[in-house]
């Protein structure tokens, strides 16, 4: 395992010091090389967190993965780096079923640096593009959308604005996505939901096959048989626009190889198929 791989394999280039510039440039530059995605659950296989298989998946076989992979291997890397990083858990609130999964859900990451703290996740899809400060509840705008981290009780809640309608009018509102606590965590505390995600009719990743990317314009995502681009219409990305068309086996192969640079080397059963509501019982 060589961290200047991983850099090379992010497109990241020169001296990389631990410093607040650095870690904006490799958070950014990893959510737009490598993949979020679950295939490996839809092509047979299983996913393991082991440091070393993470490390030849995403770096040598340039693939992509989902939270405990992606965030796995980043917060391995940023630590190599020099920086102060803790593992943290978080709670995804589904966006189809509206509930909260239980801890250890999304594995996240806090990095310290002069004395200033900064949530880390490259793991989450559709979520931040730069690393967001933990020590304001102001709203932090970036490319893609505006969001802000909202303190309750124990509880930091990752929230992104939106636009609603209300009798016409439009409205701005704050969604949430995920919610966490502080506390450090370590690798193996996410195993059991690691599982979990690979096999529960509760889970997005065992119920709907996908792959998706940030691209400087918006995202672009395969979710089953279907082709997703989102494509940003305003500076703060609040008035995005989405396409979607369906896709043949072939195309979905071509489209794997040349927009996300993976090739399978098991046959892919795409998959989208409805979300069962997990029973609350945490």
């Not at 992606?70 to 943290?88: A, E, I, K, R």
């Not at 966006?95 to 880390?120: E, N, Q, S």
């Not at 940003?232 to 192969?253: A, C, H, M, Y």
Request: with cysteine.
């Amino acid at each position: 395992m060589d961290f200047q791989k991983y850099l090379a394999r992010i497109g990241c280039s020169g001296a990389c010091p631990p410093t607040l510039e650095t870690l904006r440039y490799v958070h950014l530059s990893h959510l737009m090389t490598v993949p979020f995605e679950n295939l490996t659950i839809h092509i047979g296989k299983r996913v393991r967190l082991e440091l070393p298989l993470l490390y030849e998946k995403i770096v040598v076989m340039r693939r992509g993965g989902f939270c405990f992979e992606n965030n796995g291997l980043f917060s391995w890397l940023l630590s190599q780096m020099g920086f102060d990083v803790t593992v943290l858990s978080g709670q995804v609130r589904n966006r189809f079923t509206g509930a909260y999964g239980p801890p250890f859900d999304h594995f996240i990451m806090m990095v310290k640096l002069d004395g200033h703290r900064w949530l880390c996740d490259v793991g989450f899809g559709s979520g931040f593009q730069l690393p967001l400060s933990l020590e304001t509840d102001s709203p932090q705008v970036q490319s893609h959308g505006a969001y802000r981290l909202r303190s309750q009780g124990n509880f930091i809640f990752m929230e992104v604005k939106s636009e609603t309608e209300v009798a016409g009018v439009g409205e701005e509102c704050w969604t949430e996505q995920y919610k966490f606590t502080l506390e450090p965590r370590e690798r193996d505390d996410f195993r059991a939901m690691c599982d979990y995600h690979q096999s529960s009719a509760s889970s997005i990743f065992f119920c709907k096959s996908l792959c998706s990317l940030l691209l400087p314009t918006g995202r672009i995502t395969i979710m089953g048989r279907r082709l997703i681009v989102t494509s940003l219409s305003s500076v703060d990305g609040q008035q995005d626009t989405k396409t979607t068309r369906d896709l043949s086996d072939e195309e979905i192969t071509e489209l794997l190889r040349e927009k996300f640079g993976i090739v399978l080397h098991c046959p892919l059963t795409p998959k989208d198929v409805e979300i069962v509501p997990p029973p609350v019982t945490y």
